[in-house]
């Protein structure tokens, strides 16, 4: 059975710091891109960052790039987020996901070519994540 799930969200005053883990099974961890995604309270999902699986390198998009580090242990089939100086923005549920399809998870976390809401392979429940200002 494959799982990812997801935790250390929880409340955090605006420019302090979170670290959300994702820990996965069931699945051959080095074959996948692993993402992620976040979705504010009535707004549409949006990536945050993944690494991918051919050079295991992370990438972020804007938003978020210089704030937060995403991180792997292949030990432990778990990937990490560590998010610094929160914004009240960045109040979101937060879910990690993974893909067998590297440029599949890139496109959606870039939203290249409108992708933005394809569906991954497979999915966490998610991690809320609330930052006060």
């Known amino acids: 059975e494959v799982q990812l799930v997801e935790s250390g969200g929880g409340l955090v005053q605006a420019g302090g710091s979170l670290r959300l883990s994702c820990v996965t099974s069931?699945?051959?961890?080095?074959?996948?891109?692993i993402g992620w995604f976040r979705q504010a309270p009535g707004k549409d999902r949006e990536g945050v960052s993944c690494?991918?699986?051919?050079?295991?390198?992370?990438y972020y998009v804007e938003s978020v790039k210089g704030r937060f580090t995403m991180s792997y242990d292949n030990a432990k089939n778990t990937v990490y987020l560590e998010m610094n100086s929160l914004k009240p923005e960045d109040t979101a549920v937060y879910y990690c996901a993974a893909e067998s399809e590297e440029f599949k998870m890139v496109a959606t976390i870039f939203n290249i070519g409108g992708r933005g809401r394809t569906n991954m392979d497979y999915w966490g429940k998610g991690t809320l994540v609330t930052v006060s200002s």
């Open positions: 069931g699945f051959s961890f080095d074959d996948y891109t």
């Open positions: 690494i991918t699986s051919s050079d295991r390198r992370a």
